[in-house]
């Protein structure tokens, strides 16, 4: 006996087309989850509409190269797009419908609204060097959780900053959805899988490796006991540094919750990093929680 092949799901390009068949869904008395995607789908993303389809009654993932969140110079044209890959993928899933916009749909002619966190959230770790970044993921959430109305929307903590700011937005907006969070999904040596792995030659490849293994480093530190942010950040600067191929951008220890500044470690805290590997930028975080 074989398993069945999942239908595909069902792709829509407008509000209007997404908002019909959602109210369908409710209809029937079906939660509805929603996986907020730029494409490139890896086992990252598919994590997520597992979680996503093993809570809902029906599944909504977005498609969409979201513009107002790359600042000049960044890697919008070339951002990885793959949209037949990307159908096949969810259909393994189960997703019930993709939706995946033209930019005109999110951002129509004469568009001027923004949603923007302000405060110690952004004002880190990839706040300062990504200007307007966090403003184009607000916003953009803001114009999904609107659109689907989901009743969950599923992140991935590897974005653990991302996830923070969608967190506040939701909770000061008073918007009616609850945000699940999902580890982060790791290759089998430590790299956190992301759509712009793809930019890495094989020879950056084996270098990104790096990363984790610095912050895993600096975790065991703290298990041993370790508390002060400036040794543990060290230690990490020190494992990237030795890797010729890595340029390292930042890396910080910060409170778990408010990302407030860390000197000793004395609560849960993220232990976060932003890199250059070739002309790939990659993050990467791990929590501490001291014992």
Do not use: W
Not at 57 to 73: C, D, E, H, K, L
Not at 255 to 276: H, N, Q, S
């Amino acid at each position: 006996m074989t398993d069945r092949p999942r239908p595909s799901p069902q792709v829509a390009t407008r509000v209007a087309q997404v908002r019909q068949r959602v109210r369908q869904a409710r209809r029937e008395g079906k939660l509805v989850g929603l996986v907020p995607t730029m494409g490139a789908l890896h086992e990252g993303h598919l994590s997520l509409m597992r979680r996503a389809r093993a809570e809902c009654g029906y599944v909504v993932v977005s498609i969409f190269v979201n513009p107002t969140q790359f600042p000049p110079g960044e890697d919008f044209e070339r951002y990885p797009r793959d949209l037949e890959g990307d159908l096949a993928k969810a259909a393994q899933v189960g997703v019930d419908l993709i939706f995946a916009p033209p930019t005109s749909e999110i951002y129509p002619p004469g568009d001027s609204t923004f949603v923007e966190v302000t405060g110690p959230l952004v004002e880190c770790l990839c706040g300062p060097h990504r200007p307007g970044h966090f403003r184009g993921v607000a916003t953009v959430c803001a114009k999904l959780f609107n659109i689907v109305a989901p009743d969950r929307a599923y992140f991935g903590e590897k974005d653990y900053q991302q996830l923070l700011v969608i967190r506040r937005m939701v909770e000061d907006l008073r918007l009616p959805l609850e945000i699940v969070p999902m580890p982060t999904v790791r290759e089998p040596d430590g790299l956190a899988m992301s759509s712009r792995n793809q930019y890495l030659s094989a020879e950056e490849r084996r270098a990104a490796a790096v990363l984790y293994r610095a912050l895993s480093a600096a975790r065991e530190r703290a298990r041993a006991g370790e508390r002060d942010a400036t040794a543990l950040v060290a230690a990490v600067r020190q494992a990237t540094e030795a890797e010729p191929l890595v340029r390292l951008q930042y890396v910080e220890l910060r409170d778990a919750e408010t990302l407030a500044e860390i000197r000793r470690l004395d609560r849960p805290a993220v232990l976060a990093l932003a890199a250059f590997v070739g002309a790939a930028r990659l993050i990467d975080n791990i929590l501490i929680t001291p014992v």
